[in-house]
């Protein structure tokens, strides 16, 4: 088998830094963590709450702390430096070679989406961002690493998109439909739901996007692992 | 214009845990920097210490602190930490989006490239690893983030590939003759000096490898973030 992540991320129009941070790190006992915040209101302030958020979870789990622990421990380490006035999102998607499972740990409003082959469910039971108050849980959920396995997680942006101009996103069905053709690559499909994200927002995006898409795969390759980063440069350089 | 980071990962021959760690983190300022480490020895004790050192640059890193300064912090560390009895290599490569330039911090004997298009230079400065004496101190070269900039770092697997059986590697002429073709992509070239490793250690690498490519591309695409991740997983999903 083959686990497969990609990832798209944009900002929030004219706003030349994100409020979302996006980290990999490994895990101390096999696999792979990858840890989503998207810190509330955009631009540096933002910025600086969820890469404090996204640190401090990274830490936790390379030192072999359980995911749900070190969510709960982001959220207390926030409440208690900002007092419960500012607040995260925050999921954790990771592939826990030891169990062979991938662990969802979700503090975000937003839903996510398993899917099995076609069958697209949206997971979306309540769950609250991280920061708010002392008693934060995060959603957990556990599903074995199998090929045709398909996961979608992804920050408010997504489903905000459209909604200022009266044509809210429906992921769902958008996923559904790429799901229908031809095995398409994780990076395709996060590809594609940013782009009709930034198109239903005309182009202007209302907020920082990031999607995040995991899917397992048969595969009889190599041992090679890879990963690719592209970072675009504006032409001013910076 | 656009920066491509492609990594190609793998063990030593029948040796489940790679030694070598490599972790990815943005800069608070603008950017991102890809930090790999290459333990002594090899397995667990070797992961545990490339761990160890990556975990210290990155949190470093992530707090604002200049890559040269965050190389010697984990030298001291690892040096107080195990009395000088354990090494480990380091690099540290940088997009600094403030400065405009990349950054390779180098704490390695191996050697690294630059190309400018087609011309290749290697760059072997005497550089020592991490962690031998208290006044270690990492080699520092800054470059102008430029269409046409290919960058090639990796761990002393590379270096060594193919001397048990009496024929090592010539990195240097196999980069040259991938970029007299047509623009090859960072993933492309990684993949090809990792494989040409790997047969000449005949299919069984004799120590972990690991290389990172970073190309600098003109592009006028979109203004998307993308990432991707590869993670094979042995038949028992273990």
Avoid: W
């Amino acid at each position: 088998m083959e686990v497969q992540i990609a990832v798209a991320k944009t900002n929030k129009y004219a706003v030349s830094e994100s409020g979302d941070t996006l980290e990999v790190v490994e895990r101390p006992n096999g696999g792979l963590s990858v840890v989503l915040a998207d810190g509330q209101t955009s631009g540096r302030g933002a910025k600086a709450v969820s890469m404090l958020v996204v640190r401090k979870v990274i830490s936790l789990l390379a030192e072999g702390v359980r995911d749900g622990a070190a969510a709960r421990a982001a959220s207390d380490s926030l409440y208690t430096d900002k007092q419960g006035k500012v607040t995260s999102t925050l999921n954790v998607v990771s592939v826990d070679l030891q169990t062979g499972t991938v662990v969802l740990t979700r503090n975000n409003p937003a839903p996510f989406f398993i899917a099995r082959g076609e069958q697209v469910d949206c997971i979306g039971t309540e769950s609250s961002p991280i920061g708010i108050s002392r008693s934060v849980r995060p959603v957990i959920s556990e599903i074995p690493v199998e090929p045709g396995l398909t996961i979608v997680v992804y920050t408010d942006g997504l489903v905000h998109a459209g909604e200022r101009v009266g044509r809210p996103m429906d992921v769902c069905t958008s996923l559904q439909a790429m799901l229908e053709e031809q095995e398409p690559s994780p990076q395709a499909i996060a590809d594609t739901l940013l782009a009709e994200a930034v198109r239903l927002d005309e182009g202007r995006p209302a907020d920082d996007i990031s999607v995040l898409v995991l899917k397992v795969t048969k595969r009889a390759g190599d041992d090679v692992r890879r990963m690719t980063v592209r970072l675009p440069i504006r032409g001013n350089g910076a």
